[in-house]
Protein backbone atom coordinates (compact mmCIF):
# COMPACT_ATOMS: atom_id res chain seq x y z
CA UNK A 1 0.00 0.00 0.00
CA UNK A 2 1.54 3.29 -0.95
CA UNK A 3 1.05 6.37 1.27
CA UNK A 4 -1.37 8.21 -0.66
CA UNK A 5 -3.45 5.49 -0.46
CA UNK A 6 -2.97 4.72 3.41
CA UNK A 7 -3.89 8.12 3.87
CA UNK A 8 -6.78 7.97 1.80
CA UNK A 9 -8.00 4.89 3.61
CA UNK A 10 -7.65 6.66 6.93
CA UNK A 11 -9.32 9.67 5.62
CA UNK A 12 -12.43 8.02 4.70
CA UNK A 13 -12.06 5.87 7.77
CA UNK A 14 -11.99 8.70 10.25
CA UNK A 15 -15.08 10.91 8.21
CA UNK A 16 -16.86 7.35 8.24
CA UNK A 17 -16.57 7.69 12.31
CA UNK A 18 -17.08 11.00 12.75
CA UNK A 19 -19.29 12.15 10.00
CA UNK A 20 -21.88 13.57 13.10
CA UNK A 21 -19.84 16.39 13.62
CA UNK A 22 -18.40 16.79 10.34
CA UNK A 23 -21.52 17.56 8.78
CA UNK A 24 -21.81 20.17 11.57
CA UNK A 25 -18.73 21.62 9.79
CA UNK A 26 -20.22 21.62 6.48
CA UNK A 27 -23.42 23.41 7.08
CA UNK A 28 -21.37 25.94 8.82
CA UNK A 29 -18.87 26.00 5.76
CA UNK A 30 -21.97 26.49 3.42
CA UNK A 31 -23.72 29.22 5.17
CA UNK A 32 -20.75 31.17 5.58
CA UNK A 33 -19.67 31.05 2.02
CA UNK A 34 -23.17 31.98 1.04
CA UNK A 35 -22.81 34.80 3.19
CA UNK A 36 -19.89 35.88 1.77
CA UNK A 37 -20.67 35.31 -1.69
CA UNK A 38 -23.73 36.75 -1.58
CA UNK A 39 -22.35 40.41 -0.62
CA UNK A 40 -18.89 39.80 -2.54
CA UNK A 41 -21.76 39.43 -5.77
CA UNK A 42 -23.80 42.38 -4.80
CA UNK A 43 -20.38 44.43 -4.45
CA UNK A 44 -19.01 42.99 -7.85
CA UNK A 45 -22.39 43.55 -9.65
CA UNK A 46 -21.86 47.28 -8.48
CA UNK A 47 -18.77 47.42 -9.93
CA UNK A 48 -19.87 46.49 -13.16
CA UNK A 49 -22.61 49.27 -12.81
CA UNK A 50 -19.30 51.31 -11.92
CA UNK A 51 -17.72 50.22 -15.23
CA UNK A 52 -20.84 51.16 -17.17
CA UNK A 53 -20.67 54.50 -16.52
CA UNK A 54 -18.92 55.30 -19.68
CA UNK A 55 -19.03 58.97 -20.82
CA UNK A 56 -21.19 60.22 -17.54
CA UNK A 57 -18.00 59.93 -15.73
CA UNK A 58 -15.51 62.57 -17.40
CA UNK A 59 -13.99 65.59 -15.96
CA UNK A 60 -14.46 69.04 -18.16
CA UNK A 61 -11.06 71.62 -17.52
CA UNK A 62 -12.48 74.36 -19.43
CA UNK A 63 -9.24 76.75 -20.55
CA UNK A 64 -8.79 80.51 -21.29
CA UNK A 65 -6.94 79.57 -24.17
CA UNK A 66 -6.40 77.51 -27.16
CA UNK A 67 -3.47 75.36 -26.31
CA UNK A 68 -0.53 75.13 -29.19
CA UNK A 69 0.47 71.43 -29.90
CA UNK A 70 3.39 71.43 -27.39
CA UNK A 71 1.10 73.45 -24.80
CA UNK A 72 -1.51 70.14 -25.47
CA UNK A 73 1.56 68.05 -24.63
CA UNK A 74 2.65 69.70 -21.22
CA UNK A 75 -1.27 69.62 -20.11
CA UNK A 76 -0.90 65.28 -21.20
CA UNK A 77 2.07 64.86 -19.37
CA UNK A 78 0.86 66.77 -16.17
CA UNK A 79 -2.62 64.97 -15.72
CA UNK A 80 -0.56 61.69 -16.91
CA UNK A 81 1.35 62.59 -13.76
CA UNK A 82 -1.06 62.56 -11.39
CA UNK A 83 -3.02 59.82 -12.33
CA UNK A 84 -2.90 56.78 -14.66
CA UNK A 85 -6.33 58.18 -17.30
CA UNK A 86 -8.25 55.60 -19.54
CA UNK A 87 -7.88 58.76 -22.62
CA UNK A 88 -7.74 62.65 -22.91
CA UNK A 89 -10.03 64.79 -25.69
CA UNK A 90 -8.38 68.11 -26.53
CA UNK A 91 -11.74 70.22 -27.51
CA UNK A 92 -11.00 73.17 -29.42
CA UNK A 93 -13.44 75.96 -29.83
CA UNK A 94 -14.72 75.52 -33.20
CA UNK A 95 -15.38 71.81 -32.38
CA UNK A 96 -16.59 72.88 -29.02
CA UNK A 97 -19.58 75.01 -31.17
CA UNK A 98 -20.11 72.45 -33.45
CA UNK A 99 -20.59 69.93 -30.78
CA UNK A 100 -23.29 72.12 -28.88
CA UNK A 101 -24.79 73.60 -32.00
CA UNK A 102 -25.39 70.01 -33.17
CA UNK A 103 -26.63 69.43 -29.75
CA UNK A 104 -29.64 72.06 -29.92
CA UNK A 105 -31.54 70.29 -32.84
CA UNK A 106 -34.24 72.68 -34.12
CA UNK A 107 -32.93 75.37 -32.21
CA UNK A 108 -29.79 76.40 -33.59
CA UNK A 109 -31.20 79.20 -34.68
CA UNK A 110 -30.29 80.79 -31.03
CA UNK A 111 -26.53 80.94 -31.96
CA UNK A 112 -27.03 82.95 -35.29
CA UNK A 113 -25.53 86.15 -34.15
CA UNK A 114 -22.75 84.31 -31.97
CA UNK A 115 -19.37 84.26 -32.69
CA UNK A 116 -18.17 80.71 -33.41
CA UNK A 117 -15.25 80.75 -31.17
CA UNK A 118 -17.75 82.48 -28.08
CA UNK A 119 -17.22 78.70 -26.05
CA UNK A 120 -13.64 78.21 -24.42
CA UNK A 121 -11.45 75.09 -25.33
CA UNK A 122 -11.60 72.52 -22.80
CA UNK A 123 -9.60 69.25 -21.88
CA UNK A 124 -12.10 66.41 -21.65
CA UNK A 125 -11.02 63.81 -19.15
CA UNK A 126 -11.80 60.09 -19.14
CA UNK A 127 -10.74 58.66 -15.52
CA UNK A 128 -10.07 54.85 -15.34
CA UNK A 129 -13.51 53.29 -14.83
CA UNK A 130 -12.18 51.75 -11.74
CA UNK A 131 -13.12 52.84 -7.74
CA UNK A 132 -9.66 53.53 -7.15
CA UNK A 133 -9.72 56.56 -9.86
CA UNK A 134 -13.55 56.99 -8.33
CA UNK A 135 -12.06 58.12 -4.96
CA UNK A 136 -9.33 60.19 -6.07
CA UNK A 137 -11.49 62.20 -8.76
CA UNK A 138 -12.42 64.94 -6.29
CA UNK A 139 -8.14 65.06 -5.79
CA UNK A 140 -8.05 65.03 -9.72
CA UNK A 141 -10.21 67.98 -9.97
CA UNK A 142 -8.73 70.08 -7.46
CA UNK A 143 -5.14 69.45 -8.88
CA UNK A 144 -6.43 70.07 -12.35
CA UNK A 145 -7.56 73.23 -11.28
CA UNK A 146 -4.36 74.06 -10.07
CA UNK A 147 -2.89 74.12 -13.84
CA UNK A 148 -1.73 77.26 -15.30
CA UNK A 149 -4.85 78.06 -17.70
CA UNK A 150 -7.61 76.26 -16.06
CA UNK A 151 -10.84 78.36 -15.78
CA UNK A 152 -12.89 75.13 -14.03
CA UNK A 153 -13.27 71.73 -13.75
CA UNK A 154 -16.56 70.43 -14.26
CA UNK A 155 -17.55 66.81 -13.67
CA UNK A 156 -20.81 64.80 -11.62
CA UNK A 157 -19.60 65.32 -8.25
CA UNK A 158 -22.30 64.60 -6.29
CA UNK A 159 -23.30 61.29 -8.12
CA UNK A 160 -19.93 60.72 -7.93
CA UNK A 161 -19.57 60.98 -4.53
CA UNK A 162 -22.43 59.17 -3.32
CA UNK A 163 -21.61 56.40 -6.18
CA UNK A 164 -18.22 56.01 -3.67
CA UNK A 165 -19.83 55.69 -0.36
CA UNK A 166 -22.52 52.89 -1.70
CA UNK A 167 -19.41 51.13 -2.82
CA UNK A 168 -17.15 51.63 0.47
CA UNK A 169 -20.09 50.47 2.50
CA UNK A 170 -20.46 47.38 0.17
CA UNK A 171 -16.61 47.00 0.45
CA UNK A 172 -17.04 47.32 4.40
CA UNK A 173 -19.62 44.34 4.18
CA UNK A 174 -18.04 41.87 2.08
CA UNK A 175 -15.00 42.98 4.24
CA UNK A 176 -17.09 42.03 7.50
CA UNK A 177 -18.43 39.17 5.67
CA UNK A 178 -15.28 37.84 4.12
CA UNK A 179 -13.87 38.11 8.12
CA UNK A 180 -16.86 36.27 9.45
CA UNK A 181 -16.10 33.13 6.93
CA UNK A 182 -12.35 32.94 7.37
CA UNK A 183 -13.48 33.44 11.45
CA UNK A 184 -16.07 30.59 10.99
CA UNK A 185 -14.41 28.73 8.87
CA UNK A 186 -11.14 28.44 11.25
CA UNK A 187 -13.05 28.24 14.14
CA UNK A 188 -15.25 25.22 12.97
CA UNK A 189 -12.72 23.21 11.55
CA UNK A 190 -10.27 23.54 14.52
CA UNK A 191 -13.45 22.84 16.80
CA UNK A 192 -14.38 20.00 14.60
CA UNK A 193 -10.23 18.55 14.29
CA UNK A 194 -10.26 19.06 18.38
CA UNK A 195 -13.50 16.80 18.56
CA UNK A 196 -11.85 14.29 15.77
CA UNK A 197 -9.07 13.76 17.85
CA UNK A 198 -10.58 13.68 20.82
CA UNK A 199 -12.72 11.00 19.54
CA UNK A 200 -9.82 9.09 17.87
CA UNK A 201 -7.05 9.37 20.55
CA UNK A 202 -6.74 6.14 21.78
CA UNK A 203 -6.20 5.27 17.72
CA UNK A 204 -3.41 8.04 17.19
CA UNK A 205 -2.04 6.90 20.48
CA UNK A 206 -1.80 3.50 18.90
CA UNK A 207 -0.16 4.83 15.45
CA UNK A 208 2.33 6.88 17.16
CA UNK A 209 3.39 3.58 18.88
CA UNK A 210 3.54 1.50 15.92
CA UNK A 211 5.48 4.01 14.32
CA UNK A 212 2.99 5.78 11.91
CA UNK A 213 4.80 9.27 10.50
CA UNK A 214 4.02 12.87 10.89
CA UNK A 215 2.50 12.58 7.70
CA UNK A 216 0.57 9.37 8.11
CA UNK A 217 -1.11 10.76 10.92
CA UNK A 218 -1.39 14.60 9.87
CA UNK A 219 -2.37 14.32 6.20
CA UNK A 220 -5.56 12.62 6.65
CA UNK A 221 -6.74 15.46 8.80
CA UNK A 222 -5.40 17.96 6.10
CA UNK A 223 -7.34 15.84 3.33
CA UNK A 224 -10.84 15.95 5.72
CA UNK A 225 -10.21 19.71 6.01
CA UNK A 226 -9.54 19.83 2.38
CA UNK A 227 -13.26 18.04 1.58
CA UNK A 228 -15.19 20.08 4.21
CA UNK A 229 -13.84 23.11 2.46
CA UNK A 230 -14.47 21.72 -1.08
CA UNK A 231 -17.88 20.46 -0.41
CA UNK A 232 -19.47 23.36 1.47
CA UNK A 233 -18.04 26.04 -0.79
CA UNK A 234 -19.73 24.24 -3.70
CA UNK A 235 -22.96 23.93 -1.76
CA UNK A 236 -22.58 27.42 -0.53
CA UNK A 237 -22.01 28.38 -4.11
CA UNK A 238 -24.85 26.11 -5.44
CA UNK A 239 -27.15 27.82 -2.91
CA UNK A 240 -26.45 31.03 -4.18
CA UNK A 241 -26.54 30.90 -7.61
CA UNK A 242 -30.20 29.25 -6.87
CA UNK A 243 -31.06 31.81 -4.69
CA UNK A 244 -29.41 34.56 -8.12
CA UNK A 245 -31.84 32.46 -10.19
CA UNK A 246 -35.21 32.94 -8.03
CA UNK A 247 -34.28 36.82 -7.57
CA UNK A 248 -33.27 37.05 -11.41
CA UNK A 249 -37.10 35.78 -12.20
CA UNK A 250 -39.17 36.80 -9.76
CA UNK A 251 -37.83 40.35 -9.09
CA UNK A 252 -35.46 42.08 -11.84
CA UNK A 253 -38.38 43.28 -14.04
CA UNK A 254 -37.06 44.54 -17.73
CA UNK A 255 -36.65 48.38 -16.51
CA UNK A 256 -34.33 47.01 -13.76
CA UNK A 257 -33.11 44.42 -16.48
CA UNK A 258 -32.37 48.00 -18.44
CA UNK A 259 -30.21 49.91 -15.78
CA UNK A 260 -28.34 46.61 -14.60
CA UNK A 261 -27.20 43.69 -15.98
CA UNK A 262 -27.20 41.29 -13.06
CA UNK A 263 -25.02 38.61 -13.50
CA UNK A 264 -23.56 35.88 -11.62
CA UNK A 265 -19.71 35.13 -10.85
CA UNK A 266 -17.71 33.97 -14.25
CA UNK A 267 -16.49 30.04 -13.72
CA UNK A 268 -12.74 31.24 -13.28
CA UNK A 269 -14.29 33.56 -9.86
CA UNK A 270 -16.17 30.49 -8.61
CA UNK A 271 -13.04 28.31 -9.03
CA UNK A 272 -11.07 30.88 -6.81
CA UNK A 273 -13.71 30.74 -4.47
CA UNK A 274 -13.88 26.91 -4.00
CA UNK A 275 -10.08 26.51 -4.11
CA UNK A 276 -9.40 29.69 -1.57
CA UNK A 277 -11.82 27.41 0.70
CA UNK A 278 -10.38 24.30 0.27
CA UNK A 279 -7.12 26.32 1.01
CA UNK A 280 -8.99 28.14 4.11
CA UNK A 281 -10.40 25.00 5.14
CA UNK A 282 -7.37 22.65 5.09
CA UNK A 283 -4.70 24.95 6.56
CA UNK A 284 -6.90 25.83 9.31
CA UNK A 285 -7.22 21.94 9.59
CA UNK A 286 -3.41 21.43 9.56
CA UNK A 287 -2.87 24.49 11.92
CA UNK A 288 -5.25 22.40 14.68
CA UNK A 289 -3.58 19.34 14.12
CA UNK A 290 -0.02 20.91 14.58
CA UNK A 291 -1.17 22.69 17.66
CA UNK A 292 -3.16 19.81 19.49
CA UNK A 293 -0.80 16.82 18.79
CA UNK A 294 2.50 18.49 18.13
CA UNK A 295 3.38 16.24 15.16
CA UNK B 1 32.62 -2.09 20.88
CA UNK B 2 33.77 -2.93 17.34
CA UNK B 3 32.38 -2.05 14.48
CA UNK B 4 31.28 -5.31 13.51
CA UNK B 5 29.98 -6.09 17.39
CA UNK B 6 27.75 -3.26 16.95
CA UNK B 7 25.97 -4.70 13.85
CA UNK B 8 25.82 -7.83 15.82
CA UNK B 9 24.05 -6.02 18.80
CA UNK B 10 20.39 -5.46 18.92
CA UNK B 11 19.96 -4.07 22.12
CA UNK B 12 22.97 -2.29 24.49
CA UNK B 13 21.91 -0.52 27.83
CA UNK B 14 24.57 1.21 30.03
CA UNK B 15 24.35 1.87 33.73
CA UNK B 16 20.29 2.66 32.97
CA UNK B 17 18.46 3.84 36.25
CA UNK B 18 14.73 5.35 36.37
CA UNK B 19 13.39 7.11 39.24
CA UNK B 20 9.82 7.62 39.53
CA UNK B 21 8.58 10.25 41.91
CA UNK B 22 8.72 10.49 45.26
CA UNK B 23 11.69 8.01 45.54
CA UNK B 24 10.67 4.91 43.78
CA UNK B 25 14.00 3.03 42.10
CA UNK B 26 12.34 1.12 38.95
CA UNK B 27 15.77 0.63 37.66
CA UNK B 28 19.57 1.43 39.02
CA UNK B 29 22.90 1.21 37.15
CA UNK B 30 21.06 -1.54 34.45
CA UNK B 31 23.50 -3.16 31.62
CA UNK B 32 22.74 -5.44 29.40
CA UNK B 33 23.60 -6.45 25.92
CA UNK B 34 21.18 -8.54 23.54
CA UNK B 35 22.64 -9.40 20.12
CA UNK B 36 20.44 -9.58 16.96
CA UNK B 37 18.39 -13.68 16.94
CA UNK B 38 18.51 -13.57 20.76
CA UNK B 39 15.39 -14.79 22.55
CA UNK B 40 15.99 -13.92 26.18
CA UNK B 41 13.83 -14.11 28.98
CA UNK B 42 13.07 -11.17 31.57
CA UNK B 43 11.85 -12.42 34.29
CA UNK B 44 11.52 -10.76 38.18
CA UNK B 45 8.04 -9.93 40.51
CA UNK B 46 6.08 -7.25 39.83
CA UNK B 47 7.43 -4.21 40.48
CA UNK B 48 10.88 -5.43 39.80
CA UNK B 49 11.54 -3.13 36.77
CA UNK B 50 10.45 -5.48 33.83
CA UNK B 51 7.77 -3.34 32.15
CA UNK B 52 9.67 -0.02 32.37
CA UNK B 53 12.41 -1.53 31.24
CA UNK B 54 10.04 -2.68 27.99
CA UNK B 55 8.86 0.95 28.03
CA UNK B 56 12.42 2.79 27.66
CA UNK B 57 13.33 0.03 24.90
CA UNK B 58 10.32 1.26 22.97
CA UNK B 59 10.71 4.95 23.71
CA UNK B 60 7.82 5.37 25.67
CA UNK B 61 10.07 6.48 28.58
CA UNK B 62 13.20 8.08 28.76
CA UNK B 63 16.30 7.02 31.51
CA UNK B 64 17.46 9.44 33.80
CA UNK B 65 20.93 8.17 33.40
CA UNK B 66 22.65 5.89 31.30
CA UNK B 67 22.34 4.96 27.84
CA UNK B 68 20.02 3.02 25.41
CA UNK B 69 20.83 1.92 21.89
CA UNK B 70 18.23 0.02 19.45
CA UNK B 71 19.52 -1.48 16.64
CA UNK B 72 22.54 1.24 16.07
CA UNK B 73 20.03 4.12 17.18
CA UNK B 74 21.13 5.81 20.08
CA UNK B 75 17.70 6.72 21.90
CA UNK B 76 19.09 10.05 23.34
CA UNK B 77 20.01 11.51 20.27
CA UNK B 78 17.34 10.07 17.84
CA UNK B 79 15.58 12.26 15.82
CA UNK B 80 11.98 12.12 15.61
CA UNK B 81 11.58 10.73 12.17
CA UNK B 82 14.07 7.98 13.04
CA UNK B 83 12.23 7.14 15.83
CA UNK B 84 9.44 6.43 13.60
CA UNK B 85 11.54 4.36 11.66
CA UNK B 86 12.63 2.42 14.10
CA UNK B 87 9.58 1.96 15.90
CA UNK B 88 7.84 0.27 12.90
CA UNK B 89 11.03 -2.03 13.15
CA UNK B 90 9.98 -2.94 16.82
CA UNK B 91 6.93 -5.45 17.60
CA UNK B 92 5.76 -4.42 21.10
CA UNK B 93 2.57 -6.83 23.11
CA UNK B 94 2.14 -4.39 25.65
CA UNK B 95 0.79 -5.89 29.27
CA UNK B 96 -2.39 -3.42 28.82
CA UNK B 97 -2.63 -5.12 25.15
CA UNK B 98 -3.45 -1.45 23.72
CA UNK B 99 -6.20 -2.43 21.45
CA UNK B 100 -9.07 -0.37 20.22
CA UNK B 101 -12.16 -1.79 21.29
CA UNK B 102 -14.81 -0.46 18.35
CA UNK B 103 -12.09 -1.51 16.01
CA UNK B 104 -12.33 -5.20 14.78
CA UNK B 105 -9.11 -7.40 15.66
CA UNK B 106 -8.35 -7.69 11.83
CA UNK B 107 -8.65 -3.71 11.75
CA UNK B 108 -6.41 -3.80 14.95
CA UNK B 109 -3.66 -6.30 14.17
CA UNK B 110 -3.91 -4.42 10.60
CA UNK B 111 -2.41 -1.21 12.28
CA UNK B 112 1.18 -2.08 12.70
CA UNK B 113 1.65 -2.88 9.12
CA UNK B 114 -0.73 0.01 7.75
CA UNK B 115 1.88 2.25 9.06
CA UNK B 116 5.07 0.62 7.16
CA UNK B 117 2.54 1.13 3.89
CA UNK B 118 2.32 -2.88 3.10
CA UNK B 119 0.18 -3.81 0.57
CA UNK B 120 -3.06 -4.75 0.96
CA UNK B 121 -3.44 -8.59 0.24
CA UNK B 122 -0.24 -9.33 2.39
CA UNK B 123 -2.10 -7.03 4.93
CA UNK B 124 -5.01 -9.74 4.58
CA UNK B 125 -3.04 -12.91 4.26
CA UNK B 126 -1.20 -11.94 7.31
CA UNK B 127 -3.87 -11.03 9.57
CA UNK B 128 -5.50 -14.77 8.73
CA UNK B 129 -2.08 -16.48 9.13
CA UNK B 130 -1.47 -14.71 12.10
CA UNK B 131 -5.33 -15.39 13.58
CA UNK B 132 -5.16 -19.19 12.49
CA UNK B 133 -2.35 -19.71 14.40
CA UNK B 134 -3.77 -18.00 17.55
CA UNK B 135 -6.67 -19.75 16.92
CA UNK B 136 -8.59 -16.71 16.81
CA UNK B 137 -9.31 -16.91 12.87
CA UNK B 138 -13.20 -17.06 13.43
CA UNK B 139 -13.21 -13.44 15.38
CA UNK B 140 -11.17 -11.60 12.67
CA UNK B 141 -14.42 -9.85 12.36
CA UNK B 142 -15.34 -9.14 16.01
CA UNK B 143 -15.12 -5.59 17.83
CA UNK B 144 -11.90 -6.16 20.14
CA UNK B 145 -13.70 -4.76 23.12
CA UNK B 146 -15.92 -7.89 22.57
CA UNK B 147 -13.40 -10.60 23.37
CA UNK B 148 -12.43 -11.96 26.57
CA UNK B 149 -8.88 -11.04 28.00
CA UNK B 150 -7.07 -13.96 26.82
CA UNK B 151 -8.65 -13.65 23.41
CA UNK B 152 -7.64 -9.87 23.79
CA UNK B 153 -3.71 -10.80 24.93
CA UNK B 154 -3.21 -12.94 21.49
CA UNK B 155 -4.72 -10.43 19.46
CA UNK B 156 -2.14 -8.22 21.19
CA UNK B 157 0.38 -10.54 20.19
CA UNK B 158 -0.72 -10.93 16.82
CA UNK B 159 -0.23 -7.17 16.27
CA UNK B 160 3.42 -6.96 17.61
CA UNK B 161 4.36 -10.00 15.21
CA UNK B 162 2.48 -9.00 11.78
CA UNK B 163 4.77 -6.64 10.28
CA UNK B 164 7.36 -8.90 10.64
CA UNK B 165 9.95 -6.83 13.28
CA UNK B 166 13.28 -7.29 14.00
CA UNK B 167 12.98 -7.13 17.53
CA UNK B 168 10.16 -8.46 19.20
CA UNK B 169 9.21 -6.78 23.35
CA UNK B 170 6.18 -8.46 24.97
CA UNK B 171 5.66 -8.10 28.50
CA UNK B 172 3.42 -10.79 30.38
CA UNK B 173 2.31 -12.23 26.86
CA UNK B 174 1.07 -15.00 28.44
CA UNK B 175 -0.44 -13.54 31.51
CA UNK B 176 -3.83 -14.04 30.80
CA UNK B 177 -3.47 -17.26 29.10
CA UNK B 178 -4.58 -21.26 29.91
CA UNK B 179 -1.37 -23.22 29.49
CA UNK B 180 -2.67 -25.01 25.79
CA UNK B 181 -3.05 -21.25 24.53
CA UNK B 182 0.38 -19.93 26.12
CA UNK B 183 2.34 -22.85 24.46
CA UNK B 184 0.87 -21.58 21.49
CA UNK B 185 2.15 -18.26 22.04
CA UNK B 186 5.30 -19.35 22.48
CA UNK B 187 5.56 -21.49 19.59
CA UNK B 188 4.96 -18.57 17.62
CA UNK B 189 7.76 -16.55 19.30
CA UNK B 190 10.22 -19.16 19.12
CA UNK B 191 9.37 -19.35 15.03
CA UNK B 192 9.66 -16.20 14.88
CA UNK B 193 12.85 -16.37 16.51
CA UNK B 194 13.91 -18.69 14.34
CA UNK B 195 13.72 -16.82 11.57
CA UNK B 196 16.43 -14.27 13.10
CA UNK B 197 13.94 -12.27 15.21
CA UNK B 198 14.87 -10.75 18.51
CA UNK B 199 12.93 -11.47 21.44
CA UNK B 200 13.11 -9.87 24.70
CA UNK B 201 10.00 -11.26 27.02
CA UNK B 202 9.03 -10.17 30.29
CA UNK B 203 7.33 -12.67 31.98
CA UNK B 204 6.55 -14.61 35.45
CA UNK B 205 5.60 -17.49 33.83
CA UNK B 206 8.13 -19.91 34.35
CA UNK B 207 6.51 -22.85 31.99
CA UNK B 208 7.38 -20.62 28.68
CA UNK B 209 11.31 -19.98 29.49
CA UNK B 210 11.51 -23.37 31.31
CA UNK B 211 13.44 -25.56 28.11
CA UNK B 212 16.77 -26.34 28.09
CA UNK B 213 19.06 -23.36 26.03
CA UNK B 214 16.26 -20.86 27.39
CA UNK B 215 18.59 -17.71 28.18
CA UNK B 216 17.12 -15.57 31.03
CA UNK B 217 17.20 -12.71 33.09
CA UNK B 218 16.04 -11.94 36.34
CA UNK B 219 15.65 -8.69 37.64
CA UNK B 220 15.48 -7.83 41.50
CA UNK B 221 14.41 -4.24 42.85
CA UNK B 222 15.20 -2.51 39.72
CA UNK B 223 18.94 -4.43 39.27
CA UNK B 224 19.63 -7.56 36.55
CA UNK B 225 20.02 -10.58 39.31
CA UNK B 226 20.41 -13.83 37.53
CA UNK B 227 21.09 -14.35 34.64
CA UNK B 228 21.25 -17.93 32.97
CA UNK B 229 22.83 -19.52 31.17
CA UNK B 230 26.21 -17.12 32.42
CA UNK B 231 27.15 -16.68 28.59
CA UNK B 232 24.63 -13.86 28.22
CA UNK B 233 26.71 -10.75 27.67
CA UNK B 234 26.36 -8.54 30.40
CA UNK B 235 28.20 -5.66 31.16
CA UNK B 236 29.29 -5.03 34.95
CA UNK B 237 29.52 -1.74 35.76
CA UNK B 238 32.16 0.40 34.43
CA UNK B 239 33.71 -2.42 32.30
CA UNK B 240 32.80 -3.65 29.14
Not at chain 1, 133 to 152: D, H
Not at chain 2, 100 to 129: G, H
Not at chain 2, 197 to 217: E, M, N, R, W
Amino acid sequence: MNFLLAVFSQTWRSIAETWRTQLLSLITITLSVLIFTFFYLVYSNALQVGNRLDNDLRLIVYLDEQPDANLQQEYQHKIEKFDQVERIEFVGKLEAYDRFKGQLDDSQDVLKDIPKDFLPPSIEIYPRRNLESLSRIKGFSEYLETMPGVLKVQYGREWVERFYSFIQLLRVVVFLSGSLLILTTTFMIGHSIRLTVFSRKKELELLRLVGASNSYIRVPFFLEGALLGALGSTAGIAALYLLFRWIKTNFAGQAAQGMFSFSFFSTSSVCMIIVLSILLCAGGSFVSIRKILSV
Amino acid sequence: MSGEEKKLTMIDLARVSKTFPPDVHALADVSLRIRRGEMIFLTGQSGAGKTTLLRMLCGIDCPDKGYIEIAGYDLSRISGGEMQKLRRRIGVAYQDFKLLPDKTVAQNIAYSMEVSYRSRPFIRSQTEKLLTELHLLDKQDALAGKLSRGEQQRVSIARAVANEPELILADEPTGNLDTETALLVTQLFRSYNEQGTTLLIATHDQAIYDFPGSKVIKIENGRLAIQKPPTLVKKAEGKE
